[in-house]
């Protein structure tokens, strides 16, 4: 890898992903609607709601249209990490250059990495617009935004949802399945993490797992840190679990993967799908 100067080898997994992405023009259009038609339907949801808006909300400033559009926003994020590594891994499977990929000079944990990149790019771009569609069409109000501790909580929320993203690639590795991983994780999140209504909602003894899901907490201090305007101190408990969550499922994830790799060259079916 030394050899291979690393900036270019993003610069190249990026551009190579830009470029299959712009290809299908059709699909590119449709991702960038979808975002503008998603975006009013909640405001309409949130519109029916804000009449019978729940206690729980008020802390969110009673805006449950931005507390609906930051909740789904997230979750986009981490079906992305629950999905790019699963279609990578895949798609060289289906085209039979896995092997011939994973015999480059290039480190395993940069192939994955590098491979997500442009995902979580156009993932962005795409919520970007959302924001601003919401914020020009439909006064949507973030003046309070605390852009640092909002940037932090997202960083840190990525690098949470990649091991899982990792995880389930590992799991296609090894049993050439990986979408029921994607939908325990995603269900789980969304039933008990407050995407769409507040942990506080649910029985007691439900409300109380939520705290062991990543995805809680970064729902919690994205909404506080975009309506609030919370410091990073504010939001001290989120950032460090998010932090510790990050430092320990990633070489987890990464070594789980490598042993899923290993595995399945000596039995033969690492290009088998």
């Not at 950032?239 to 990464?254: G, Y």
């Amino acid at each position: 890898m030394r050899s291979i100067p690393i900036l270019n080898t993003i610069f190249c997994f990026i551009k190579r992903d830009f470029l299959l992405t712009v290809t299908y023009k059709t699909a590119f259009i449709s991702q960038l609607l979808t975002i503008l038609i998603a975006v009013t339907s909640f405001y309409y949801i949130g519109e029916v709601a804000s009449g019978v808006t729940h206690p729980s909300i008020r802390e969110y400033e009673n805006n449950y249209f931005a507390f609906l559009l930051i909740g789904v926003a997230l979750i986009d994020y981490m079906l992305v990490s629950l999905t790019i590594f699963n279609a990578s891994i895949r798609e060289n499977q289906m085209m039979g250059t896995l092997e011939i990929l994973l015999l480059s000079p290039m480190k395993l944990s940069y192939i994955l990495l590098f491979s997500s990149l442009w995902a979580y790019i156009f993932t962005t771009f795409r919520l970007l617009l959302g924001f601003i569609f919401s914020i020009l069409i439909f006064g949507l109000d973030i003046g309070k935004a605390n852009i640092v501790s909002s940037a932090v909580v997202l960083v840190l929320s990525i690098l949470c949802f990649v091991p899982l993203g990792i995880i389930s690639a590992t799991t296609v590795v090894l049993f050439k399945k990986g979408d029921w991983f994607k939908m325990f994780l995603s269900g789980l999140s969304f039933l008990f993490s407050g995407v769409a209504y507040p942990v506080s909602v649910l029985p007691a003894w439900l409300a109380s797992l939520s705290f062991y899901i990543p995805m809680t907490h970064s729902l919690h201090g994205m909404r506080q840190a975009l309506l609030r305007g919370d410091s990073l101190r504010d939001l001290f408990p989120e950032i460090a679990f998010l932090l510790v969550f990050s430092i320990v499922t990633m070489p987890l994830s990464l070594l789980s993967f490598r042993f899923a790799i290993n595995k399945t060259k000596q039995t033969g079916s690492l290009s088998h799908y």
